[in-house]
């Protein structure tokens, strides 16, 4: 139960990340678009000399777009290739006072085929996030 999760905001819900899996939280900046590219891939960015994909966690969410995202973004490794996290905010790196737990109903389509289960932490439930399925979008079947 000692695990720790990076803490995001996105569309009003903290959701989290195992802090082992976040690489870094970086600023976003010149993001170029790629074209043909999914709706939720925003474009490409760079960190330290290497090449990251912009995910726009709304949108692959199935949610509408934000006017404003936050300023920072965790970037994570998902089969070799780093991704950025476009959230509306990264809250905090919490503890996990509870091991994981079902996610229950209600949540929509979107959120019940990226979560992997419930964690209670100080700030509450936090939703736990499968990264790999948020990277593949709305179109992606829950397994």
């Known amino acids: 139960m000692s695990t720790l999760y990076v803490v995001i905001e996105i569309d009003g819900r903290l959701a989290a990340v195992d802090a082992a899996d976040v690489q870094s939280v970086i600023e976003l900046e010149n993001v170029y678009p790629v074209p043909r590219a999914p709706a939720w891939v925003t474009g490409l960015t760079a960190m330290r000399s290497q090449s990251l994909t912009v995910i726009d ?49 209600g949540f929509g389509p979107g959120w019940q085929r990226i979560g992997q289960g419930m964690i209670e932490t100080d700030r509450g439930p936090v939703l736990l996030v499968d990264v790999e399925a948020l990277i593949a979008g709305p179109e992606a079947k829950a397994a």
Not at 83 to 93: E, F, I, N, T
């Open 57 to 105: 966690c709304r949108l692959a969410l199935g949610l509408a777009a934000a006017d404003m995202a936050g300023e920072r973004s965790p970037v994570v490794k998902v089969a070799g290739h780093l991704y950025a996290l476009k959230v509306d905010a990264v809250d905090d790196v919490l503890e996990a006072r509870s091991e994981v737990m079902p996610v229950p109903g």
